[in-house]
């Protein structure tokens, strides 16, 4: 397949082995690799016990160069079945990389059939994923989706990435659709591609387009989210997920510390408008995080009740190391006096001072 260069576009290759899955309870992050000039990385995500589905996302790895920088790429990724590679479950997109959407993603398949060995996918606590990439500066002038993927070469050279885990987690039901909704009547991959046209991102203030790559993540994680607002009214919907992006905002940029009571009532306010003037969403995987966060300020009491309770222990242990000190001392001084006092007695005769001093007193 050509650009619109005129020049044959060459897919690179590079394959995550995924060992100990059954270890796993975070998201798990393959080591950085280099293709097309660029460092990206493979996330997959989540490995939850209130999300039943397995999703892969395409990241930026590292830093951005500047604020300028943007990369047009397309992208495959494939979940290998280990025992008939024909049942491999394969998932591609096209889309643009910059420093405020530096991730997107796509949803496989659900986690009980992904942890079932025979399915195919995950065996002997192994799995496997391959991803093909192609990066360009600039932006494609046809959808590579449509296109017929055998006239895509794929490079000689591939590189591979193998990983052992310590953790992982429940898995849910089934569904190997993607991350998406339609747009137009037309089905599109990727939560975050619909979150962008139910969103206008140019007209968003300032501080509101620091919400879109949450947004982008959590819709990816969350299908749902997207799906449940499709039938809504335009002006509704952004209400909705701006208001969700404040909430994941707060507890994005909020330290521990931070949760006083003043923190605790803009949560608060945030949390009951999302809820309660935004329905449609299913937040059961959000409000865990929401109390955690408004019960740090209870913690942060008892914290700094203990610490106080820790300073006057520790006083006075230092006190009673003094006092002990000072108790030694004196008994040593103590020792030496009785000593001093028994030597001075001997051969001492005690005599009446209140008797007259006259010859008497010699004789």
């Not at 909705?240 to 931070?258: W, Y």
């Not at 700094?304 to 009673?320: C, D, G, P, R, Y």
Request: aromatic share 10%; with cysteine.
């Amino acid at each position: 397949m050509k650009n619109h260069h005129g020049t044959r576009i060459n897919l690179e290759k590079f394959t995550w082995e995924i060992e100990s899955f059954s270890k796993n309870t975070k998201k798990l992050e393959s080591k950085p690799f280099k293709i097309g000039g660029c460092k990206w990385k493979i996330s997959m995500n989540p490995i939850g016990k209130r999300v039943g589905q397995l999703s892969l996302c395409l990241e930026v790895s590292g830093n951005i160069p500047t604020y300028r920088w943007r990369k047009f790429v397309y992208f495959k990724l494939d979940l290998i079945n280990q025992k008939d590679r024909e049942k491999s479950i394969v998932r591609d997109t096209q889309r643009k990389f910059n420093k405020g959407y530096r991730i997107w993603g796509l949803s496989f398949i659900n986690l009980i059939d992904f942890c079932n060995p025979e399915e195919g996918y995950l065996m002997n606590d192994k799995c496997i994923v391959e991803a093909h990439i192609y990066v360009s500066d600039d932006e494609f002038n046809t959808n590579i989706q449509n296109e017929n993927l055998n006239n895509i070469v794929a490079t000689n050279g591939s590189t591979s990435g193998k990983q052992e885990i310590e953790s992982s987690d429940e898995s849910e039901r089934h569904s190997s659709t993607t991350c998406e909704s339609s747009q137009r009547g037309n089905n599109v991959q990727g939560s975050d591609f619909t979150l962008r046209h139910i969103l206008d991102f140019e007209k968003l203030r300032e501080e509101e387009k620091t919400y879109v790559p949450l947004l982008v993540k959590v819709c990816t994680l969350h299908p749902s989210l997207i799906r449940s607002q499709k039938k809504k009214p335009d002006l509704f919907k952004e209400w909705a997920f701006i208001s969700l992006g404040k909430v994941l905002h707060f507890l994005n940029t909020t330290k521990a510390r931070d949760m006083n009571e003043d923190a605790c009532n803009q949560l608060c306010i945030l949390w009951d408008e999302l809820i309660n003037k935004c329905s449609g969403f299913d937040l059961t995987w959000l409000e865990p995080h929401v109390h955690n966060a408004l019960g740090v300020k209870a913690q942060l009491e008892r914290s700094s009740e203990m610490k106080t309770l820790q300073n006057s222990v520790v006083a006075m242990e230092i006190k009673m190391l003094r006092l002990r000190g000072e108790l030694a001392a004196t008994e040593a001084e103590f020792k030496v006096a009785s000593k001093a006092l028994i030597e001075a007695r001997e051969g001492f005769t005690e005599m009446d001072f209140d008797v007259a001093l006259d010859y008497e007193l010699f004789r």
